[in-house]
C-alpha cells in the first residue's frame, strides 16, 4: 500500500531564513509521481513542484528546490528565503500510476509559518 | 485557461440530509477525482471518474456516491448525512498526458452538518 509519511507537524521560521520540509514515501510500483502542493488558508490545493520515478535529477524552480532520493524514499522540498505570503499547509502526495488506479496519498501536512 | 469550478464554496446542510456538490474540470480534462479533508482524517480520496465510469474507489460508506457527465463535470452526493461528514471537499482534474501528468484542484465546498 502506498503511504506518505511527513513528520513535521509545525516548522517556524524568520522571513528570509531557508526552510526544507521532508517527505518519506512507500510505495510498491515503479512508475510513480511526487507532488508538493500548497494549502493556504482559502482552502485550495496550489500545486508547486512534480517528480516522476524515472528521474532523479534535483532542480531548482524560483525560490523553490526539491531534493529526491530513491535510495531513502524521501522527496523533501526547500524554500529558498522565505516570506511570510510562505505561510501555509504544505502537503507531499504521491500517485502510483499502475497500482494506485491514479489517486493521489497525501501526507499529513505540514505547517509553515513565516514571521517578520 | 479556466480552473477547476467547484460549486456551491459553502454548504450547511441538518444531520439525515442529503446533499449535491458540483465539479467542473479544466476543459479537455476527462478525468476528475473527488478528497474529503477534515482536521482529523486529513486528505482522503473518496473516487476518481474517467470518461463517465468510475476507476476508483476510496474506502467509504456508501452513502457516498458520484457520478460523471459527458461533458465531464462531476456530481459527487452525500446521502442521510451525518455530524461527521463536515469537511472541506476538494475536486481535481487531472491531465495525464507525459510531462504534464498532474493535478489541478478547485477551491472545494466547506460543508457543515448541523
Redesign the interface.
Known sequence: AQKVTQAQTEISVVEKEDVTLDCVYETRDTTY?L?W?KQPP??????LI?R?SFDEQNEISGRYSWNFQKSTSSFNFTITASQVVDSAVY?CAL?EVAGG??????G??TQLKVEL | KAGVTQTPRYLIKTRGQQVTLSCSPISGHR?V?W?QQTPGQ??Q?LF?Y?SETQ??K?NFPGRFSGRQFSNSRSEMNVSTLELGDSA?Y?C?S?I?VGRE????????T?LTVV
Request: avoid cysteine.
Open positions: 509521481y507532488f502542493y482559502s482552502g485550495e490545493l496550489v500545486f512534480r516522476n502537503f500517485s488506479g491514479n489517486k493521489l496519498t497525501f499529513t501536512g | 478525468s477525482s478528497y486529513g486528505l480520496f476518481e474517467f476507476r476508483n476510496g472541506l476538494l481535481a487531472r495525464n501528468y498532474g493535478y489541478t484542484f478547485g477551491s472545494g466547506r
